[in-house]
């Protein structure tokens, strides 16, 4: 623009001495906003990251006026003024198949512990019970023999009925059938209001709740020596598919600000809270929460993710330790602390288009999955998922539900070849790509097709469009796939596990398996100490 009216200044020169001194007042005002346009946006990102780098981030006046703010999207009323971080990069699947806002009992008759989901753990841990024996949900069923202090209990009362072993005989689950009428173990809870944070740490030990905290980096069950800096949660999920967390905290507000006190006793820092902005139904138990700093945050996926609400609240960085727990995990914890019961109650959502019935059911934690979707399967060949589309695992219907998983999704399966794949004009479906155009609030019908093999490990730049962090997930995976240490450490992989950069896995023209890349990078760090 400015190069424009420079260009035809000699021209209205000629045409009169008004016309002149005109355009040079319009070129001069022009240059005076864009200097101050540059030294607002300037000293906005100076001050965010001066407030990040001397951690006080939550002292700045996040009503005070800055630039982003002329252009920032208009937010709910209980977000308005909060300083909602509204996140330019992502990508949301929009797929057929999501829930709707009902909430059914399931009757689910087994359920399972899986050692193999509590990462950090030894892959044979020491079992505490026999095949035959009764259990009470609370009671203690096995323990990691590298980290007695930790133990694992069961979700359910009832018989335990099945050890199973999978390769090199590691344990893979142990099964219990259920009692019709739950009993749970009594446990004599510390008085959150007159406690300390041993007597906290011990009772959780005890109870089976230290288990539902995990630890960054690396993504693993916490270590009871380890102060956090601070813990996080994360109160909305940007997963395709995924369920309404607004659902699980009905009328549980109780239940939530008992966990977030719980979780104050365990940190020096503080216990942060992210809320979805962008959301005008939001529960108001999110809103009304005690006792934590409620972080408000805006986009497409994987905003939800709490790895991205720790990267803009307060970066891992300098050794620190941070814990994260599951939201409806909080409120398992806070259940405990004050009706002394260990009580596994969660919602899990069906999703996706080969149900009958896409919906949420009450259920607990570790349910067969064949118990939760009989009768509701469109389609005997579908593909079944614990977890979302992006980072669920394969099951079967005989398997049972991962420990962190909420979700049961279902897709057909893409057992198909495309004639000329790109070449032809094909229907449309999710893609970073503008070849496949979108109208509206079109949706699209997921399957496993991957559209292609794997080829050549290409620098495209797509990563950085879907991924809202300060790094550059590219050369980090190439410096993992070379075991460059020090590189690794430098492009951040101390902030990331794999569900933040399965969305740049989705998006990868090489079609490269980025989050057990990432995977391997994390366990060779940890391993080098």
Request: include cysteine.
């Amino acid at each position: 623009m400015i190069a424009t009216v420079a260009f035809s200044l000699p021209l209205h020169a000629q045409a009169g001495q008004s016309g002149s001194s005109y355009l040079i007042t319009v070129l001069a005002a022009t240059v005076v906003l864009l200097i101050l346009g540059a030294i607002l946006l300037i000293g906005d990102n100076v001050v965010s990251m001066h407030a990040q780098k001397t951690g006080v981030q939550d002292d700045v006046d996040e009503g005070d006026f800055s630039l982003s703010q002329l252009f920032a999207p208009k937010l709910p009323s209980y977000a308005a003024g909060k300083g909602a971080k509204v996140l330019k990069q992502g990508f949301s699947l929009d797929l057929e198949g999501e829930p709707n806002n009902h909430v059914h009992a399931a009757n689910v008759k087994t359920f399972a512990l899986q050692p193999k989901n509590y990462r950090g753990n030894a892959p044979i841990p020491k079992v505490a019970i026999e095949v035959g024996d009764s259990v009470k949900a609370g009671d203690v069923v096995f323990f990691d023999k590298t980290n007695p202090d930790i133990k694992y209990v069961a979700p359910v009362s009832g018989e335990y009925i099945a050890l199973n072993r999978g390769a090199k005989r590691a344990i893979t689950e142990l099964v219990f059938l259920a009692d019709k009428e739950q009993q749970y173990k009594a446990f004599k809870a510390p008085d959150l209001d007159n406690t300390n944070r041993e007597a906290v740490k011990n009772f959780m030990l005890e109870s089976g709740a230290w288990t539902m905290l995990r630890q960054r980096p690396f993504n693993i069950i916490a270590d009871p020596k380890v102060t956090p800096s601070n813990i996080f949660v994360s109160t909305f999920d940007t997963a395709p598919l995924a369920p309404n967390l607004n659902l699980a905290v009905a009328g549980r507000g109780d239940d939530l600000n008992a966990g977030i006190e719980a979780l104050n006793h365990l940190t020096n820092g503080k216990v942060y809270l992210g809320l979805n902005a962008g959301d005008e139904q939001i529960a108001s138990e999110f809103v009304n929460a005690e006792g934590c700093v409620k972080k408000y945050f805006m986009g497409k996926h994987p905003a939800g993710n709490v790895g991205i609400q720790i990267h803009h609240t307060a970066p891992i960085s300098g050794g620190d330790t941070v814990f994260t727990v599951d939201l409806q995990d909080l409120l398992t914890i806070g259940n405990l602390f004050l009706e002394g019961k260990w009580d596994t109650t969660k919602i899990v959502a069906l999703s996706g288009t080969e149900f009958e019935n896409q919906t949420h059911v009450r259920t607990k934690a570790g349910a067969n999955i064949g118990d939760l979707i009989k009768g509701n399967l469109t389609n005997d060949k579908a593909r079944i998922l614990s977890g979302d589309v992006l980072t669920g695992k394969r099951k079967t219907t005989e398997q049972f539900m991962n420990i962190w998983d909420d979700q049961i999704t279902t897709i057909e399966e893409g057992d198909y070849y495309e004639m000329f794949g790109w070449i032809l004009p094909q229907s449309g479906r999710p893609s970073l790509s503008p070849t496949f155009f979108k109208f509206g609030d079109t949706k699209f019908k997921a399957d496993t097709n991957m559209r292609g093999e794997p080829r050549a490990f290409v620098m495209t730049g797509q990563y950085e469009d879907v991924l809202p962090m300060d790094v550059y997930p590219q050369h980090l995976m190439k410096a993992i796939l070379a075991n460059d240490f020090e590189r690794m450490e430098g492009l951040g992989i101390y902030e990331l596990v794999e569900e933040d950069i399965a969305i740049c896995e989705f998006v990868c023209t090489s079609k490269q398996p980025l989050q057990k890349i990432l995977r391997q990078g994390l366990d060779y760090v940890q391993e080098q100490g």
